[in-house]
């Protein structure tokens, strides 16, 4: 079963893991994008120390991507302000 270093990797980090559907480009567009990003914003600005240094670095990046930085594709809104709008709904 955990037969590849990226499958062990993820398993013993408790990551899930999340496949594209077949034929899909929209949704490989998503995944295409988020990458780009991350590459762009974080990686390429970033000098990293160690390992540990750029998994502190990765984090604090994602917390600004996911609370601070607005995103175009959702008005201009950040992805905790929409998951915090869902959570307000009256059901």
Known sequence: ???HL???????????????KPAC???NGKAE???????EM?????????AQDRKLKL??????YDTVKPHKGIQ???PYEVLDDYFKQNL
């Open 76 to 78: 201009g809104k950040t």
């Open 1 to 3: 079963m955990l037969e």
């Open 33 to 39: 994008r988020v990458i780009r990003t991350l590459m």
């Open 42 to 50: 974080w990686h390429e600005r970033e000098v990293f120390d160690n």
């Open 59 to 64: 984090k604090s990046f994602i917390n600004y």
């Open 25 to 27: 480009p929209q949704t």
């Open 6 to 20: 990226f499958v062990k990797s993820c398993y013993t980090n408790r990551i899930n893991q999340k496949f594209t």
